[in-house]
């Protein structure tokens, strides 16, 4: 007789399947490994097997030159993984085909999450609510103070600053994959058509995105850019390691954004000397992570991969069972 859910185990390099031995986003090469979604702490190459969703194996491709042992699992397909286990691949809303897995054995049915959001994204499937036994839920912002302000604010917060300040350009700090194609695809939706320009290390993973039917409007490298003069008035978007080095000289008067949700703490925007802070954020904010645990409504809820303390008194508080789980090796690469 076995426990029940004990096919399912936690480890600190990630979540385990013993009758299939597999992993789910494992932070080191396995030999079979289960993707939620391209962001590197999830997805680390070098696996005999991948299996994730078209978009994830096609950032995944792009980031590491191989296509080695991919297997395509399509939201809502249900895939036999052996030893009586199967995955379904639910769409998470967090970046370009981030996904949510459904583990099913023996009648029980775990989800892990992966990283996600609940807030409308263009660029994004929204996550699906689905039931389940056990909801393993990531909370990255997993404290009552981080709530993230509707994006239409703060994408007007951006137009505004731009509109004051007609000599300068605006320098937008956005992670690579998810969040500076979420922000192009916002500003359009706002109705800003004009160009935008790229720091050429975004280039390739907004082309992806365009190749997935999100539509960018006019993106163009700043390398490209005919003068500085060409550039005043225009957003321009680049990962934050490049706000303060010296690839930003190139730019008229640039003033310098950063798109996170950790941008609720002012301390941290000055910190990296961010004049426009904008709460922009692909992860969900503390009453997403409630509501999404109220409405899933599992008999168990593990909780990992950020500030577990507070969501786990939270469960306890509204007589739901809960445990944290320590695994190690998630960074937010994706804030
Ligand atoms: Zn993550
Ligand atoms: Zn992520």
């Known amino acids: 007789m076995t426990l029940p859910f004990s096919w399912i185990r936690p480890e600190p390099q990630g979540i385990y399947i013993a009758p299939a031995d597999i992993w789910v986003d494992p932070s080191r090469a396995v030999p079979r490994a289960l993707v939620t979604h391209g962001h590197a702490d999830h997805a680390r190459g070098g696996h005999g097997i991948t299996i994730a969703t078209p978009a994830t194996l096609a950032i995944m491709e792009l980031r590491y030159q191989t296509r080695a042992g991919a297997v395509t699992a399509a939201?809502?397909?249900?895939?036999?993984?052996g030893g009586g286990v199967t995955a379904?691949?639910?769409?998470?809303?967090?970046v370009l085909g981030?996904?949510?897995?459904?583990?099913?054995?023996?009648?029980?049915?775990?989800?892990?999450?992966?990283?996600?959001?609940?807030?409308?994204?263009?660029?994004?499937?929204?996550?699906?609510?689905?039931?389940?036994d056990i909801l393993i839920t990531e909370a990255t912002f997993g404290l009552p103070v981080f709530t993230h302000p509707p994006i239409a604010e703060e994408i007007g917060k951006l137009l505004a600053a731009r509109e004051a300040n007609p000599d300068s350009c605006i320098l937008v700090g956005a992670y690579a994959l998810g969040k500076a194609q979420r922000v192009i695809a916002e500003l359009r939706a706002a109705g800003h058509s004009d160009t935008i320009w790229l720091h050429g290390a975004m280039e390739a993973m907004c082309r992806l995105y365009e190749d997935h039917g999100v539509a960018l409007g006019d993106l163009r490298l700043v390398s490209d850019a005919p003068s500085k003069e060409a550039m005043r008035g225009a957003i321009v978007?680049?990962?934050?390691?490049?706000l303060g080095d010296s690839w930003s000289r190139r730019l008229p008067d640039p003033?310098?954004?950063?798109?996170?949700?950790?941008?609720?703490?002012?301390a941290r925007a000055r910190q990296r000397g961010v004049e426009l802070p904008l709460i922009i954020s692909d992860h969900a904010d503390w009453n997403e992570l409630t509501r999404t645990i109220t409405e899933v409504n599992p008999q168990e809820t593990w909780i990992t991969h950020g500030r577990e303390e507070a969501l786990l008194r939270w469960c306890?508080?509204?007589?739901?069972?809960?445990?944290a789980l320590a695994l190690v090796g998630y960074e937010d690469e994706d804030d």
């Open 316 to 323: 306890e508080l509204n007589q739901r069972r809960a445990r």
């Open 88 to 94: 379904t691949f639910l769409p998470a809303g967090h």
């Open 98 to 132: 981030s996904a949510q897995i459904l583990l099913e054995h023996a009648g029980e049915r775990v989800i892990i999450t992966g990283d996600y959001k609940r807030a409308p994204d263009p660029t994004a499937t929204p996550f699906a609510v689905t039931p389940c």
């Open 255 to 266: 003033i310098t954004a950063m798109a996170s949700g950790w941008m609720r703490v002012r």
């Open 237 to 242: 978007m680049a990962p934050p390691s490049a």
């Open 75 to 81: 939201y809502g397909e249900t895939i036999s993984l």
